[in-house]
């Protein structure tokens, strides 16, 4: 039952989104657009509660329960950006907008970047975290938490292989290719006659 509300919460979550966007700028109904875009936190909620009743009602704490409380801390974190990222895709599409803005792709403001990435993915992991521990809590000494503590582990990991990569753009940011420079190649006899 978790899986399939796991997979309902992200096939709704487009699905919102599309909507969304949708109508802001092909309807230019704005309030509209508002409302439904306020709904993504609410699918959320949903397999929060899901999941605890689940638990509640005796089932045995498994993996499906460890990657709802993932999926919760990425949405938290990521969510938000996601639908900024695509509100301004859709804004330069239908909307006549300008072009969004690139993330920058060399030298420090590119470590810059993935440093708030990482950090973004130090919200998820914590997020994350916190729902697991808490259902470690509320499980108790009456089931088996391992799986729990297994994506604990698997929340740690994620945080760790951002900051990995983060730390790989500062120590070793990339550099902006040199301007290519233009070929010198002698004057033929009819370019020197028209000086």
Same mark, same amino acid.
């Given at each position: 039952?978790? #899986?399939? !509300?796991?997979?309902?919460?992200? #096939?709704? /979550?487009?699905? !919102? !989104?599309?909507?969304?966007?949708?109508?802001?700028? %092909?309807?230019?109904?704005?309030?509209?657009? #508002?409302?439904?875009?306020?709904? =993504?936190? #609410?699918?959320?909620? %949903?397999? /929060?509660?899901?999941?605890?009743?689940?638990?509640?009602?005796?089932? =045995?704490?498994?993996? =499906?329960?460890?990657?709802?409380?993932?999926?919760?801390?990425?949405?938290?974190? /990521?969510?938000?950006?996601?639908?900024?990222?695509?509100?301004?895709?859709?804004?330069?599409? !239908?909307?006549?907008?300008?072009?969004? %803005? +690139?993330?920058? $792709?060399?030298? $420090?403001?590119?470590? $810059?970047? =993935?440093? @708030?990435?990482?950090?973004?993915?130090?919200?998820?992991?914590?997020?994350?975290?916190?729902?697991?521990?808490?259902?470690?809590?509320?499980?108790? &000494?009456? @089931? &088996?938490?391992?799986?729990?503590?297994? /994506?604990?582990?698997?929340?740690?990991?994620?945080?760790?292989?951002?900051?990995?990569?983060?730390?790989?753009?500062?120590?070793?940011?990339? +550099?902006?290719?040199?301007?290519?420079?233009?070929?010198? $190649?002698?004057?033929?006899? +009819?370019? @020197?006659?028209?000086?």
């Amino acid at each position: 039952m978790i #899986v399939a !509300l796991i997979i309902g919460c992200e #096939v709704g /979550f487009w699905v !919102l !989104l599309a909507l969304g966007l949708a109508v802001r700028y %092909v309807l230019k109904w704005r309030r509209t657009s #508002v409302v439904l875009l306020l709904c =993504e936190p #609410v699918l959320e909620l %949903v397999l /929060f509660a899901a999941t605890a009743i689940d638990l509640r009602n005796g089932a =045995e704490p498994g993996w =499906e329960h460890g990657l709802a409380a993932l999926y919760i801390g990425y949405t938290v974190a /990521f969510g938000y950006r996601t639908i900024r990222w695509l509100d301004g895709h859709a804004a330069h599409r !239908l909307g006549g907008g300008p072009p969004p %803005v +690139k993330p920058p $792709r060399y030298g $420090r403001a590119r470590a $810059r970047h =993935e440093a @708030g990435l990482w950090l973004r993915a130090v919200y998820g992991g914590a997020v994350a975290l916190a729902l697991l521990q808490l259902a470690v809590w509320y499980v108790g &000494d009456s @089931g &088996d938490v391992s799986s729990l503590r297994a /994506f604990q582990w698997v929340a740690i990991r994620t945080v760790g292989i951002y900051g990995l990569v983060a730390l790989g753009y500062w120590i070793w940011p990339p +550099k902006e290719p040199a301007a290519p420079v233009a070929e010198h $190649r002698p004057m033929t006899s +009819k370019e @020197g006659a028209q000086r």
